[in-house]
Protein backbone atom coordinates (compact mmCIF):
# COMPACT_ATOMS: atom_id res chain seq x y z
CA UNK A 1 0.00 0.00 0.00
CA UNK A 2 2.85 2.05 0.71
CA UNK A 3 4.50 1.97 -2.60
CA UNK A 4 1.31 2.63 -4.23
CA UNK A 5 1.14 5.67 -2.39
CA UNK A 6 4.80 6.68 -3.22
CA UNK A 7 3.82 5.51 -7.24
CA UNK A 8 0.99 7.74 -7.26
CA UNK A 9 2.99 10.57 -5.81
CA UNK A 10 5.62 10.46 -8.43
CA UNK A 11 3.19 11.05 -11.35
CA UNK A 12 1.72 13.73 -9.95
CA UNK A 13 3.08 16.90 -12.17
CA UNK A 14 5.41 18.96 -10.34
CA UNK A 15 3.92 22.15 -8.66
CA UNK A 16 4.24 25.25 -10.76
CA UNK A 17 8.05 27.08 -9.59
CA UNK A 18 7.13 30.49 -8.13
CA UNK A 19 8.88 33.59 -10.30
CA UNK A 20 11.53 34.87 -7.87
CA UNK A 21 10.43 38.12 -6.21
CA UNK A 22 13.49 40.49 -7.91
CA UNK A 23 13.03 41.85 -11.40
CA UNK A 24 15.82 43.42 -13.40
CA UNK A 25 14.07 45.69 -15.62
CA UNK A 26 15.72 47.13 -18.83
CA UNK A 27 15.10 50.71 -19.50
CA UNK A 28 15.99 53.91 -21.55
CA UNK A 29 15.72 57.38 -20.81
CA UNK A 30 13.26 59.16 -23.22
CA UNK A 31 11.42 61.78 -21.46
CA UNK A 32 8.24 61.96 -20.86
CA UNK A 33 8.53 57.87 -20.01
CA UNK A 34 11.91 57.74 -18.60
CA UNK A 35 13.58 60.95 -17.08
CA UNK A 36 17.08 60.19 -15.43
CA UNK A 37 17.85 63.01 -12.09
CA UNK A 38 20.94 61.91 -10.99
CA UNK A 39 20.57 58.66 -10.06
CA UNK A 40 17.11 58.24 -9.90
CA UNK A 41 14.21 57.62 -12.39
CA UNK A 42 10.76 58.76 -13.21
CA UNK A 43 8.59 59.31 -15.77
CA UNK A 44 5.23 57.74 -17.15
CA UNK A 45 6.91 54.05 -17.69
CA UNK A 46 8.77 54.07 -14.07
CA UNK A 47 6.03 55.22 -12.10
CA UNK A 48 3.90 52.36 -14.20
CA UNK A 49 6.03 49.51 -13.51
CA UNK A 50 6.48 50.43 -9.97
CA UNK A 51 2.77 50.26 -9.39
CA UNK A 52 2.80 46.91 -11.18
CA UNK A 53 5.61 45.50 -9.51
CA UNK A 54 3.91 46.91 -6.19
CA UNK A 55 0.95 44.93 -7.09
CA UNK A 56 2.97 41.54 -8.11
CA UNK A 57 4.97 41.69 -4.54
CA UNK A 58 8.18 42.09 -7.05
CA UNK A 59 11.33 44.42 -6.18
CA UNK A 60 12.96 46.18 -8.95
CA UNK A 61 15.81 46.62 -10.20
CA UNK A 62 16.52 49.30 -13.29
CA UNK A 63 19.18 48.76 -16.01
CA UNK A 64 19.55 52.20 -18.41
CA UNK A 65 20.63 51.31 -21.54
CA UNK A 66 21.29 53.31 -24.43
CA UNK A 67 19.21 52.59 -27.16
CA UNK A 68 15.95 50.91 -27.59
CA UNK A 69 17.92 48.19 -29.73
CA UNK A 70 20.03 47.20 -26.61
CA UNK A 71 16.62 47.25 -24.25
CA UNK A 72 15.82 44.45 -26.63
CA UNK A 73 18.82 42.89 -26.76
CA UNK A 74 19.23 42.39 -22.97
CA UNK A 75 15.54 40.81 -22.84
CA UNK A 76 16.24 38.74 -25.52
CA UNK A 77 19.13 37.48 -23.96
CA UNK A 78 17.82 37.13 -20.70
CA UNK A 79 20.10 39.75 -18.92
CA UNK A 80 17.26 41.69 -18.04
CA UNK A 81 13.64 39.79 -16.23
CA UNK A 82 11.80 42.66 -19.10
CA UNK A 83 12.20 45.87 -21.00
CA UNK A 84 9.80 48.97 -20.34
CA UNK A 85 10.25 52.85 -22.10
CA UNK A 86 8.42 53.89 -25.11
CA UNK A 87 8.73 50.79 -27.03
CA UNK A 88 6.66 50.15 -29.91
CA UNK A 89 4.45 46.88 -30.35
CA UNK A 90 5.43 45.48 -33.67
CA UNK A 91 4.64 42.17 -35.66
CA UNK A 92 9.16 41.55 -35.80
CA UNK A 93 9.57 42.11 -32.38
CA UNK A 94 6.60 39.82 -31.55
CA UNK A 95 8.28 36.97 -33.62
CA UNK A 96 11.45 36.70 -30.92
CA UNK A 97 9.94 38.48 -28.49
CA UNK A 98 6.81 38.32 -25.83
CA UNK A 99 4.87 41.91 -25.72
CA UNK A 100 2.84 43.35 -22.84
CA UNK A 101 -0.90 44.17 -24.23
CA UNK A 102 -0.65 47.73 -25.17
CA UNK A 103 0.43 50.51 -22.18
CA UNK A 104 0.16 53.37 -24.31
CA UNK A 105 -1.47 53.85 -27.23
CA UNK A 106 0.42 56.78 -29.46
CA UNK A 107 2.38 56.97 -33.13
CA UNK A 108 4.60 59.49 -34.98
CA UNK A 109 4.52 63.09 -35.51
CA UNK A 110 6.57 65.78 -36.99
CA UNK A 111 9.04 68.57 -34.93
CA UNK A 112 10.60 71.77 -36.50
CA UNK A 113 12.72 74.51 -34.90
CA UNK A 114 10.47 77.40 -34.56
CA UNK A 115 11.64 80.03 -37.65
CA UNK A 116 12.99 83.27 -36.53
CA UNK A 117 11.04 84.59 -39.47
CA UNK A 118 7.58 84.07 -38.14
CA UNK A 119 7.04 87.13 -36.88
CA UNK A 120 6.25 88.84 -39.77
CA UNK A 121 7.71 90.18 -43.47
CA UNK A 122 10.18 92.80 -41.34
CA UNK A 123 11.55 90.31 -39.33
CA UNK A 124 11.81 87.83 -42.63
CA UNK A 125 13.69 90.81 -44.65
CA UNK A 126 15.82 91.41 -41.09
CA UNK A 127 16.51 87.96 -41.35
CA UNK A 128 17.70 87.48 -44.81
CA UNK A 129 19.84 90.84 -44.87
CA UNK A 130 21.94 89.14 -41.48
CA UNK A 131 22.10 85.45 -43.05
CA UNK A 132 25.35 84.26 -43.56
CA UNK A 133 24.96 84.73 -47.64
CA UNK A 134 24.26 87.96 -47.28
CA UNK A 135 26.32 89.80 -44.65
CA UNK A 136 29.83 89.07 -46.47
CA UNK A 137 28.76 91.19 -49.21
CA UNK A 138 26.81 93.51 -47.27
CA UNK A 139 30.87 93.87 -45.63
CA UNK A 140 32.22 93.87 -49.18
CA UNK A 141 29.62 96.90 -49.67
CA UNK A 142 30.38 98.99 -46.95
CA UNK A 143 34.31 98.63 -47.35
CA UNK A 144 33.74 99.95 -51.13
CA UNK A 145 32.02 102.67 -50.10
CA UNK A 146 34.43 103.81 -47.95
CA UNK A 147 36.96 103.61 -49.92
CA UNK A 148 35.30 105.65 -52.71
CA UNK A 149 34.25 108.02 -50.40
CA UNK A 150 37.90 108.59 -49.55
CA UNK A 151 38.54 109.03 -53.67
CA UNK A 152 35.91 111.43 -54.28
CA UNK A 153 37.06 112.96 -50.83
CA UNK A 154 40.62 113.70 -52.25
CA UNK A 155 39.79 114.77 -55.65
CA UNK A 156 36.94 117.06 -55.01
CA UNK A 157 38.47 118.84 -51.77
CA UNK A 158 40.44 121.26 -53.35
CA UNK A 159 37.70 121.98 -55.87
CA UNK A 160 35.69 125.20 -54.98
CA UNK A 161 32.99 124.21 -56.80
CA UNK A 162 33.00 120.18 -56.39
CA UNK A 163 30.12 118.66 -54.74
CA UNK A 164 31.72 118.71 -50.82
CA UNK A 165 30.99 121.82 -48.62
CA UNK A 166 33.94 121.18 -45.70
CA UNK A 167 37.12 120.44 -46.61
CA UNK A 168 38.41 119.15 -43.73
CA UNK A 169 38.77 115.54 -43.14
CA UNK A 170 36.48 114.14 -40.40
CA UNK A 171 33.17 116.32 -41.90
CA UNK A 172 34.21 116.07 -45.71
CA UNK A 173 34.82 112.09 -45.65
CA UNK A 174 31.34 111.50 -43.95
CA UNK A 175 29.89 113.75 -46.39
CA UNK A 176 32.10 112.18 -49.48
CA UNK A 177 30.53 108.49 -47.72
CA UNK A 178 27.17 109.75 -47.76
CA UNK A 179 27.00 110.53 -52.18
CA UNK A 180 28.89 107.14 -52.19
CA UNK A 181 25.93 105.42 -49.93
CA UNK A 182 23.09 107.87 -52.05
CA UNK A 183 24.69 106.41 -55.37
CA UNK A 184 24.52 103.10 -54.41
CA UNK A 185 21.10 103.34 -53.81
CA UNK A 186 20.53 105.51 -57.58
CA UNK A 187 19.12 108.55 -55.13
CA UNK A 188 22.91 110.82 -55.19
CA UNK A 189 21.25 114.14 -57.22
CA UNK A 190 24.71 115.94 -58.04
CA UNK A 191 27.74 114.45 -59.67
CA UNK A 192 31.63 115.24 -58.82
CA UNK A 193 33.20 118.23 -60.68
CA UNK A 194 37.22 117.17 -61.32
CA UNK A 195 37.59 114.68 -63.85
CA UNK A 196 39.40 111.66 -61.14
CA UNK A 197 36.39 111.92 -59.17
CA UNK A 198 33.96 111.86 -62.30
CA UNK A 199 35.27 108.73 -63.61
CA UNK A 200 35.51 107.51 -60.04
CA UNK A 201 31.52 108.23 -60.12
CA UNK A 202 30.26 106.25 -63.09
CA UNK A 203 33.06 103.34 -62.01
CA UNK A 204 30.95 103.33 -58.87
CA UNK A 205 27.60 103.86 -60.60
CA UNK A 206 28.30 100.62 -62.53
CA UNK A 207 29.42 98.71 -59.64
CA UNK A 208 26.18 99.45 -57.79
CA UNK A 209 23.99 97.86 -60.22
CA UNK A 210 25.85 94.76 -59.84
CA UNK A 211 25.92 94.89 -56.11
CA UNK A 212 22.27 95.76 -55.81
CA UNK A 213 21.33 92.81 -58.07
CA UNK A 214 23.50 90.68 -56.43
CA UNK A 215 22.48 91.81 -53.29
CA UNK A 216 18.87 91.73 -53.58
CA UNK A 217 19.50 88.14 -55.27
CA UNK A 218 21.26 86.29 -52.00
CA UNK A 219 18.20 88.03 -49.42
CA UNK A 220 15.82 86.68 -51.75
CA UNK A 221 16.99 82.92 -51.94
CA UNK A 222 17.97 82.95 -48.30
CA UNK A 223 14.31 84.09 -48.04
CA UNK A 224 13.16 81.35 -50.53
CA UNK A 225 15.30 78.52 -48.84
CA UNK A 226 13.75 79.89 -45.34
CA UNK A 227 10.33 79.28 -47.02
CA UNK A 228 10.96 76.02 -48.17
CA UNK A 229 12.57 74.58 -44.94
CA UNK A 230 9.28 75.44 -42.38
CA UNK A 231 6.76 74.36 -45.08
CA UNK A 232 6.26 71.12 -43.66
CA UNK A 233 3.09 70.31 -42.33
CA UNK A 234 2.78 67.04 -42.97
CA UNK A 235 4.94 63.07 -44.25
CA UNK A 236 3.60 64.21 -47.42
CA UNK A 237 6.33 67.47 -47.39
CA UNK A 238 9.06 65.40 -46.33
CA UNK A 239 10.54 64.19 -49.49
CA UNK A 240 13.57 66.67 -50.41
CA UNK A 241 13.64 67.80 -46.85
CA UNK A 242 16.55 67.31 -44.30
CA UNK A 243 14.73 64.46 -41.86
CA UNK A 244 15.89 63.02 -38.99
CA UNK A 245 14.64 60.54 -36.79
CA UNK A 246 16.33 57.28 -34.50
CA UNK A 247 18.31 54.51 -36.03
CA UNK A 248 15.90 51.31 -35.31
CA UNK A 249 12.87 53.17 -34.72
CA UNK A 250 9.96 52.30 -35.77
CA UNK A 251 10.35 55.84 -37.49
CA UNK A 252 12.77 55.23 -38.86
CA UNK A 253 11.24 51.84 -40.28
CA UNK A 254 8.29 54.31 -41.71
CA UNK A 255 10.34 56.52 -43.43
CA UNK A 256 12.61 54.34 -45.21
CA UNK A 257 9.28 52.11 -46.24
CA UNK A 258 8.41 55.38 -47.96
CA UNK A 259 11.71 55.97 -49.43
CA UNK A 260 12.07 59.52 -47.48
CA UNK A 261 15.51 59.93 -47.35
CA UNK A 262 16.49 60.04 -43.50
CA UNK A 263 19.79 60.77 -41.24
CA UNK A 264 19.34 58.17 -38.31
CA UNK A 265 20.94 58.90 -35.23
CA UNK A 266 22.13 57.19 -31.93
CA UNK A 267 19.92 58.84 -29.74
CA UNK A 268 16.63 60.93 -29.90
CA UNK A 269 18.54 63.62 -28.80
CA UNK A 270 20.97 63.86 -31.18
CA UNK A 271 18.09 64.34 -33.56
CA UNK A 272 16.81 66.85 -31.80
CA UNK A 273 20.32 68.88 -31.22
CA UNK A 274 20.77 68.49 -35.19
CA UNK A 275 17.37 70.57 -35.89
CA UNK A 276 18.04 73.24 -33.42
CA UNK A 277 21.61 73.80 -34.74
CA UNK A 278 20.35 73.77 -38.27
CA UNK A 279 21.66 70.29 -39.54
CA UNK A 280 18.07 68.99 -40.42
CA UNK A 281 15.02 70.58 -41.32
CA UNK A 282 12.83 67.90 -39.36
CA UNK A 283 12.33 65.54 -36.79
CA UNK A 284 10.29 62.18 -37.22
CA UNK A 285 9.41 60.28 -34.40
CA UNK A 286 7.10 59.53 -31.48
CA UNK A 287 4.86 61.49 -30.92
CA UNK A 288 4.68 61.75 -26.63
CA UNK A 289 7.95 62.58 -26.97
CA UNK A 290 8.46 64.95 -29.15
CA UNK A 291 5.26 66.96 -27.45
CA UNK A 292 7.05 66.64 -24.19
CA UNK A 293 10.14 68.09 -25.72
CA UNK A 294 8.24 70.87 -27.46
CA UNK A 295 6.64 71.95 -24.07
CA UNK A 296 9.49 71.77 -22.11
CA UNK A 297 13.26 71.45 -23.36
CA UNK A 298 12.51 73.21 -26.67
CA UNK A 299 9.79 75.57 -25.53
CA UNK A 300 9.79 78.47 -27.89
CA UNK A 301 12.33 76.77 -29.85
CA UNK A 302 10.75 74.29 -31.53
CA UNK A 303 7.15 73.10 -32.70
CA UNK A 304 5.46 70.16 -33.78
CA UNK A 305 3.49 70.26 -37.07
CA UNK A 306 0.28 68.29 -38.22
CA UNK A 307 -1.41 65.10 -37.00
CA UNK A 308 -0.14 62.17 -35.40
CA UNK A 309 0.37 59.58 -37.96
CA UNK A 310 0.86 55.98 -38.27
CA UNK A 311 -0.42 54.93 -35.08
CA UNK A 312 0.85 52.29 -32.60
CA UNK A 313 1.36 51.19 -29.04
CA UNK A 314 3.42 51.12 -26.87
CA UNK A 315 4.19 47.27 -24.68
CA UNK A 316 6.68 46.03 -21.66
CA UNK A 317 8.83 43.41 -23.53
CA UNK A 318 9.94 39.93 -21.86
CA UNK A 319 11.82 37.08 -23.00
CA UNK A 320 9.86 34.40 -24.77
CA UNK A 321 7.70 31.99 -22.21
CA UNK A 322 8.38 34.76 -19.28
CA UNK A 323 6.22 33.89 -16.81
CA UNK A 324 5.44 37.39 -16.01
CA UNK A 325 3.72 38.07 -19.34
CA UNK A 326 -0.01 37.05 -17.92
CA UNK A 327 0.55 38.40 -14.36
CA UNK A 328 1.39 41.96 -15.72
CA UNK A 329 -1.40 41.93 -18.51
CA UNK A 330 -3.61 41.01 -14.90
CA UNK A 331 -2.13 44.02 -13.10
CA UNK A 332 -2.10 46.21 -16.23
CA UNK A 333 -6.57 45.42 -16.28
CA UNK A 334 -6.77 45.76 -12.57
CA UNK A 335 -4.34 49.54 -13.44
CA UNK A 336 -7.09 50.81 -15.86
CA UNK A 337 -10.09 49.45 -13.99
CA UNK A 338 -9.29 51.40 -10.72
CA UNK A 339 -8.75 54.82 -12.09
CA UNK A 340 -4.31 54.21 -11.49
CA UNK A 341 -3.92 54.49 -14.91
CA UNK A 342 -5.62 57.94 -15.86
CA UNK A 343 -3.77 59.02 -12.81
CA UNK A 344 -0.81 58.59 -14.26
CA UNK A 345 -1.74 59.38 -17.83
CA UNK A 346 -3.31 62.67 -16.66
CA UNK A 347 0.19 63.70 -14.65
CA UNK A 348 2.70 63.09 -17.59
CA UNK A 349 0.50 63.65 -20.64
CA UNK A 350 -2.26 65.89 -19.44
CA UNK A 351 -0.96 69.04 -20.24
CA UNK A 352 0.70 69.76 -16.88
CA UNK A 353 4.37 71.69 -16.90
Known sequence: MGSLVIAVFLLLPNPPQSAPAHARVATRVVSPFVIQDGNALRGFSIELWREIGMRLGLES?????????????????????????????????????????????????????????????FSSIVAGVLSSAALPILAVVIVTILFIAHLVWIFERRNPSG?????????????????????????????????????????????????????????????????????????????????????????????SQRHIDSTPFPKIEDALDAVQHDRADAVVYDAPVLLYYASHEGNGRAQTVGSIFHRESYGIVFPTGSPYRKRVNEALLHIREDGTYDRLSQKWFGGAS
Open 61 to 121: EFVIEPTVQDVLQSVKSKDATLGIAAISITAEREEELDLSQPMFDGGLQILTRVSPSSGGL
Open 163 to 255: ILTQRSYYPGILEAAWWAASTLATQADQMPRTALARMVAVLWMFASVVFIAYFTASVTSTLTLKQMKSDINGPDDLPGKRVATVSGSTSAEYL
